[in-house]
């Protein structure tokens, strides 16, 4: 695994405004590996849909929330995923010794918005005072994207709400206490993969 560093101004746009983007996070041939086994997993029937949990209980809402999911466990080193892992591991480690953030274990979760309209609206990954997931980091896999095809990720960081375009490559990193979040209807196929990472006290 790879050390990762944060540059200057990503960690003083964390500080101040709660979240932060980067380009060509992996490079455009890991990017389309990731891409070649995120499509596989589709076609071959892995992902269920997305349920929202309410309390205890975790219903199906498809008004709601629209995507297709599957978690990515640990698993061969020499695939795109753990590669993807081992990065997040290294994001992990960075956002603690340079954001202070104090980060443990992460899951990991790909979703695919078909592109029929399907989106999740405004929600927070996390509530403010419980030991849970601090720091969302999102990684796109969506070469050609266009405007034309919606699917936006759209933040609440404070004042003007900010898009940000689902494209092949860009990382998004936010904290999942203070950014609300939604997904804009998606009118083509949308694939993402998703760590949620926990505090070091949490179980």
């Known amino acids: 695994m790879h050390p990762l560093s944060l540059r200057d101004e990503e960690v003083q746009a964390l500080g101040e405004h709660g979240w932060f983007t980067r380009e060509n996070f992996l490079g455009e041939s890991e990017a389309r590996a990731l891409l070649v086994e995120a499509r596989a997993c589709v076609e071959a029937g892995r992902l269920r849909p997305a349920g929202i949990r309410r309390g205890a209980d975790l219903t199906l809402d498809r008004v709601t929330r629209g995507d297709f999911i599957t978690w990515v466990e640990p698993g061969e ?36 918005y078909p592109g029929g309209g399907e989106r999740y609206a405004r929600h927070a990954d996390a509530f403010p005072g419980q030991s849970n997931r601090r720091v969302t980091a999102i990684y796109y896999l969506n070469p050609e994207w266009t405007p034309e095809h919606g699917g936006l990720l759209r933040l609440y960081p404070g004042g003007e709400p900010v898009d940000v375009e689902p494209r092949l490559d860009r990382l998004v990193v936010f904290l999942s206490e203070r950014i609300e979040h939604e997904v804009l209807p998606a009118r083509a196929p949308r694939l993402a993969l998703t760590a949620w990472f926990y505090g070091r006290d949490a179980g």
């Open 77 to 112: 080193a020499d695939t795109a995923f753990g590669r993807l892992r081992d990065t997040y591991t290294a994001l992990g480690d960075a956002l603690s010794a340079e954001a202070y953030l104090g980060l443990g274990r992460f899951d990991l979760q790909l979703a695919w």
